[in-house]
């Protein structure tokens, strides 16, 4: 909870330093929802549109959030993967009779 509350405290910030700093029409100009906010604000913070820096701290961002966007599309493609597999193993293999597995075989 204190880290979602965290996250959505920092956005805020970020939001509020980057109209501080771009203005809020320079924000409205690229991206009417403003989506591009953070990435806006990294570039004036790393010196400027046409910069090194800008253009660097732009990456990173950009870097950031492709990484991101990864790591959620794979979670839920593991997800999605283990639940179907659980699903057609249970239902149509074992036809729903499973024994657990701290159950130990009367075979010995």
Do not use: W
Not at 81 to 97: C, E, H, M, P, Q
């Amino acid at each position: 909870m204190f880290l979602a509350g965290a996250f959505f405290a920092c956005t805020t910030i970020f939001g509020l330093a980057a109209v501080h700093y771009l203005g809020p029409q320079a924000l409205r100009v690229g991206n009417p929802g403003g989506n591009l906010t953070l990435p806006l604000l990294a570039q004036y913070l790393g010196g400027g549109k046409d910069t090194v820096g800008g253009q660097l701290m732009l990456g990173f961002v950009s870097a950031v959030a492709v990484a991101t966007i990864l790591a959620v599309v794979a979670g839920l493609t593991l997800a999605t993967s283990a639940a179907v597999a659980n699903d057609l193993y249970v239902n149509l293999i074992k036809k729903g009779k499973v024994e657990s597995a701290g159950k130990s075989s009367s075979r010995d």
